[in-house]
């Protein structure tokens, strides 16, 4: 199906042409916007303001030129347009008609695709969560993981090719630390013939830091060992093989918590493509040594002083680093996985650091930014209810499989509350859903690029724009269902979606905008555009449900219709933003 608004666009392309036959088409500045107030209408066309300096007329005299000029019609030769009226100096509100939209809702009910477009040539890499092995992941993982993975589903729901990525830290200086350490404190874990978890682990780097920092034979031994793992020792290699698998073990019980699926691929998988790298840039003249370090120097990125920042691709000592990582991950992702899009989802400090990849990856001859569209996704900080970072009550980051844990039993305690006479196991899965919808919900329903104020309370109440009030409407559609006891198939086969009452049709002018939502969030990555969509549909489905009566009225099949149009978008909703969905609450 044709998107309402690229309809649209097409008709206000050939309504400018029939007008203006001079204009080039290439240089026609088309906008069509969706109305901000249902007193506009549906849709508005800002065109004639933008053709005022082209053509050197007033906007409102070419307004009026090209409201003569529109096709009111649709693809099948039907009222598509129930208006067309110019208002203000030159804007042009659009009202579709009752036919049209009831027509086009219905088509959407009846395709596979909810009337959404895909697109399948094109292949887009998404690297999210990117925890660093023998850590804990904390509550500052939680942002990365969760909008990641909600853009990975977008894409791949619109069809893309869509490759999942975790750029684990699992490479560097610290692995040196840590093997050095178990090997004098806990050899046989190393062996193989003790098993430990991350815990223990997270102990031992602590231990291991603070001897590296304060110990030169210590400090000495690690940096051995670095040298030897890099150089593929087997005795080093089997050892971090053992560290990354238990490291690995503890995510991805997280993972399993959040329903999350990405591929591991650590800094580890770039340290065969690093030397090439650096030769490659180096060939290309790309490269100043500074102080014995081999650096790239570009311009526009400076420090306080006012001095060139660099990106150091070799370390002095002949060591690699993050941008050499990144370096070789950028060539990697476009001349092998031939990435058409890259998208790295990592919080705001690092905003820079991969303006000056995506630079020197250009000027490398990478990347080519009209083949390879870049996009770094930064968020803010999830805070505490006092406004600082969010932490535990000791003082320390909190780790986030108590997060999620504390927020299943939070949604356990108020289910209790308010259904005591639940089953524990209906009420257990129902916590789950709930709980980790609430933490998914409530950080996605947010601007990434700002901070969030952490609260169980308010992410689990059952009003406002939360997953409780989404998830409660929902279930509202499946109780009407239920109750009509129709076969929605048969009614599907036999019926059609006929909007006639105001809350009706604001409803599926709302449904018929669901690809739209979609398009938004693509362009621009944020997420809380298509929470804020949901947000919408479910009051405007209850003011529809206070207003239309289904069960037993002469339109109830029309309605229900309706109703499966409202759950199936919802459905897939949800799905994008990676929540649960549940018939009963």
């Not at 001079?22 to 800002?46: A, M, R």
């Not at 339109?555 to 909703?573: D, K, N, P, W």
């Amino acid at each position: 199906m044709q998107k309402i608004i690229e309809q649209l666009r097409n008709k206000f392309q050939k309504a400018i042409l029939a007008a203006y036959p001079q204009l080039p088409p290439e240089e026609i500045p088309l906008e069509v916007v969706q109305s901000t107030q249902d007193k506009f209408g549906h849709y508005q066309c800002n065109s004639p303001m933008k053709l005022t300096k082209m053509l050197g007329l007033k906007p409102r005299d070419i307004a009026e030129k090209l409201v003569a000029n529109l096709d009111k019609n649709d693809l099948h030769g039907k009222p598509m347009l129930e208006d067309a009226t110019i208002a203000g100096p030159g804007f042009i509100n659009l009202t579709l008609t009752p036919q049209f939209l009831s027509s086009y809702t219905d088509e959407m009910l009846r395709d596979q695709h909810l009337g959404v477009p895909t697109n399948t040539h094109k292949r887009i890499i998404v690297d999210f969560s990117s925890p660093n092995t023998a850590k804990e992941m904390h509550v500052g993982h939680l942002r990365s993981t969760i909008i990641g993975d909600c853009l990975a589903r977008l894409f791949e729901f619109l069809g893309y090719d869509v490759l999942r990525l975790n750029h684990i830290g699992d490479w560097g200086t610290s692995f040196g630390m840590l093997i050095a350490y178990m090997k004098e404190q806990t050899p046989e874990v190393l062996r193989g013939e003790s098993t430990t978890d991350l815990t223990h682990l997270v102990t031992w780097y602590k231990a291991a830091k603070q001897r590296f920092d304060t110990d030169a034979d210590f400090k000495k031994r690690s940096q051995q060992e670095v040298v030897d793992l890099q150089g593929g020792s087997q005795e080093s290699l089997k050892a971090w093989n053992i560290i990354c698998d238990i490291s690995r073990k503890a995510y991805q019980e997280i993972y399993n918590l959040l329903d999350i699926k990405v591929i591991e691929r650590g800094e580890s998988f770039y340290n065969p493509y690093l030397a090439d790298t650096v030769a490659d840039l180096e060939s290309k003249g790309l490269v100043t040594v500074s102080e014995g370090a081999k650096c790239i120097f570009l311009d526009g990125f400076q420090n306080r002083e006012g001095e060139t920042l660099p990106l150091m691709i070799q370390k002095s000592d002949g060591g690699y680093n993050y941008d050499t990582t990144d370096m070789a991950a950028m060539r990697h992702r476009i001349d092998d996985e031939k990435a058409d899009r890259i998208i790295i989802v990592t919080d705001a400090g690092q905003a820079q650091h991969f303006r000056m990849i995506f630079k020197a990856a250009e000027l490398a001859g990478y990347l080519d930014p009209k083949k390879v569209r870049t996009d770094h996704v930064p968020f803010g900080l999830v805070l505490g209810s006092d406004g600082k970072k969010f932490r535990t009550r000791s003082g320390d980051t909190e780790r986030l499989i108590d997060l999620l844990t504390a927020a299943i039993d939070h949604a356990d305690k108020i289910l209790l509350e308010r259904s005591p006479e639940m089953p524990a196991a209906e009420r257990a899965e129902l916590a789950h859903a709930l709980g980790i919808g609430a933490i998914k919900y409530a950080d996605l329903s947010c601007n990434r690029t700002s901070d969030y104020v952490f609260s169980y309370e308010r992410m689990l109440r059952f009003e406002g724009n939360t997953a409780a009030f989404l998830m409660y409407a929902y279930v509202r559609v499946a109780g009407i269902k239920r109750k009509v006891k129709a076969d929605i198939e048969s009614v599907i086969s036999n019926h059609h979606i006929k909007l006639e009452h105001p809350s009706e049709i604001s409803l599926g002018m709302h449904l018929a905008q669901f690809g739209e939502a979609l398009d938004i969030v693509a362009e621009d990555l944020l997420p809380n555009r298509l929470t804020d969509y949901l947000y919408v549909l479910a009051e405007k489905f209850n003011a529809f449900f206070r207003d239309c009566r289904v069960e037993g009225s002469p339109e109830q099949s029309s309605r229900l219709l309706l109703c499966e149009a409202v759950a199936r978008v919802m459905h897939q909703g949800f799905k994008i933003l990676g929540l649960p969905t549940i018939d009963k609450m």
